[in-house]
């Protein structure tokens, strides 16, 4: 049986999208060390300071699973010439910690270790990575600033806490105009019901979910054929 959100029933299928690699980004969010290190970074330490590590296993598990699909996205964004950005929740040392960052607790500072990532993730020098404040990426202006100037329309998105982070950027981007295609196996959440039952609701409007797969595939087909529709 097929589950659908109720909202998919009442709007129009979402627009055909066209990828060309001068319209489209594609987008790492929350991949960086406090979301990706289990052993010392914001959740990890965090969840085994309160005993509470359990809770967390399916979203350990997620990471783990995730990044051979991350790095194949990556990895074909930069063969076929779509631009790379970074968004990542912290502050550089020109700015202060939001009081959202200092309410959570933990280093967010992006010039240390909480601005890495694993090896295979790491910004090259021509990529930009921009600090977040909160779960919404356009809570830095310089995020919407980018997509103007670079005349984005077309965002591929991967990263960590769909529920509140990943979720939140799609959705202010399709508020703003730009489509969304997420790449379902390529992000993680505190479960994967809570995944499940996102992904499930979020995919109307301007906002699309495949798969990795599906979306390497797309931007290989892009790159043959100068465009592709999805």
Known sequence: ????????LITRATRPIIVRPNNTCFLMQDLNFPFTSIQEGWIGSKSKQKEVI????????????IQL??????????NTGIKVLYSCLGYYDYES???????IGGDWNLEGIAGTHFEDWQPKPTEIMLSKPGWGASANPYFMGYMTEQKIENVVIVGSMFGLGV?????????????????????TDVSYSELQTGLLGIAHGLIKVRSSGEIVDIMERMNDYGEVVV
């Open 167 to 187: 979720r939140q950027t799609s959705i202010e981007m399709a508020d703003k105009g730009l489509a969304v295609l997420i790449a379902s196996d390529a992000i």
């Open 97 to 103: 910690p939001s009081p959202f960052q200092k309410a």
């Open 54 to 65: 359990g809770e967390f296993d399916d979203y350990f598990s997620m990471i783990d699973r």
């Open 1 to 8: 049986m097929t589950i659908r959100h109720p909202l998919t």
């Open 69 to 78: 699909n991350v790095t194949a996205i990556l990895s074909t964004a930069r």
